[in-house]
């Protein structure tokens, strides 16, 4: 016997968006807990006064139930906030290529050279040879994947919810 899994609501799946949202504004909230320099801040402070209040708050919401309906009838169906989150996925993916080809292009000519990949191993290389024997060991290759989870950890962290495009962070990582 097939047992039937019941869907949540709309509603719900709303909810849940705005609850990840508002975690996100939240956070920005609260600049001192990262010396004021919260990147949400500034697009979240719309009155420009260094505080995030129930204005600003709201009008994020509004904002981003803007981006969710996107034939503009006034409400958000499951397939449209599908669309939505692909949108701004593909966007940030986008971003973070360009972001890549930009480290990696050390002379903003516009392409890689072999040279220029080299020059980026060797210096990761160099990074993670804690000891400078020239030899990476188990133990010095776990501590730098530690090290670059946590600085990605961090970065998701420090951006979820305050992007350019203005959505929340999905990459499946993290909280």
Not at 41 to 64: C, V
Request: hydrophobic letters at 35%.
């Amino acid at each position: 016997m097939r047992q039937h899994i019941k869907r949540p609501p709309i509603a719900l799946l709303l909810a849940a968006s705005a609850l990840a949202l508002s975690a996100g504004v939240a956070v920005a909230a609260h600049p001192e807990d990262d010396g004021g320099k919260h990147p949400g801040m500034e697009r979240m402070d719309a009155n420009k006064d260094g505080k995030i209040d129930r204005g600003d708050f709201i009008a994020r919401h509004k904002e981003m139930f803007s981006r969710l309906d996107l034939d503009g009838n006034g409400t958000v169906t499951p397939k449209e906030m599908h669309a939505a989150h692909e949108k701004m996925r593909a966007e940030r993916e986008k971003r973070r290529e360009a972001e890549m080809f930009s480290r990696l292009d050390s002379d903003g000519d516009g392409k890689i050279s072999e040279s220029e990949l080299v020059a980026r191993g060797e210096k990761a290389f160099a990074d993670l040879d804690d000891d400078g024997d020239g030899v990476l060991s188990r133990e010095e290759l776990r501590h730098g994947m530690m090290d670059r989870m946590m600085q990605r950890r961090h970065m998701r962290m420090r951006h979820r919810g305050f992007h350019d495009d203005g959505g929340p962070e999905d990459d499946g990582g993290g909280r």
